[in-house]
């Protein structure tokens, strides 16, 4: 009976720890925020014209039009966004906006002297213009008001950042992208 507990207690002891031990040395704890648009096809509105090809990369001429530099390792979109959420923005990625990590930006049709109290640059842009670059080059999804672009012109996510969990999920993707854990 003594030998069937000792067996049953070094068990308990050894097989934890040699799991542990196993993983620590074999496995990899990573994550990857993979682009959108890689392979498939891309649905548009009719509006847009013909289907995209994939792998999507937005046009560089378009992004050129919107402060776009290839040199950014990372670029934030932000669509008709109210002072305050580009304040909460600007606090929760003050470190990625310090560096020259991450570039981001307001764009906005409203041109009054509001747009002044942003925390980051504004770009304005026509309503039309607005509309056909979120639907069409972006191929931004409803609910959302931000895009993040890699430096090779990928889309990398979409974001509500009027929701705080999203602004959440954005910092932790901007992270992961940026391989700092």
């Known amino acids: ?22 993983l620590k040395t074999m496995g990899k704890n990573e994550f990857a925020v993979e682009p959108f648009y890689q392979q498939g096809v891309i649905e548009v509105s009719s509006e847009c014209g013909p289907q995209y090809q994939t792998p999507y ?26 002072t305050e959420m580009t304040g909460e923005v600007s ?9 020259d990590e991450l570039s981001a930006y307001v764009l906005t049709s409203d041109s009054s002297e509001v747009l002044k109290q942003h ?14 670059l979120m639907e069409c080059m972006l191929i931004m999804e409803k609910g959302k008001n931000a895009v993040l672009l890699d430096k090779q012109r990928r889309i990398r996510g979409y974001y509500d950042l009027a929701d705080r969990e999203e602004l959440d ?4 993707e901007l992270t992961i992208i940026l391989k700092k854990y």
């Open 1 to 22: 009976m003594k030998i069937k507990q000792l067996i049953i207690l070094s068990l308990a002891f050894v097989l934890p720890i040699s799991i542990f031990i196993f």
């Open 119 to 132: 925390a980051l640059p504004v770009l304005v842009k026509d309503v039309v213009t607005l509309d056909q």
């Open 91 to 99: 606090r929760r990625m003050g470190e990625k906006l310090a560096t």
């Open 57 to 82: 990369a937005v046009p560089q001429n378009v992004l050129i039009d919107i402060s776009w530099n290839e040199n950014d390792s990372l670029t934030l979109y932000i669509f008709d966004a109210e």
């Open 169 to 172: 999920r954005l910092a932790v």
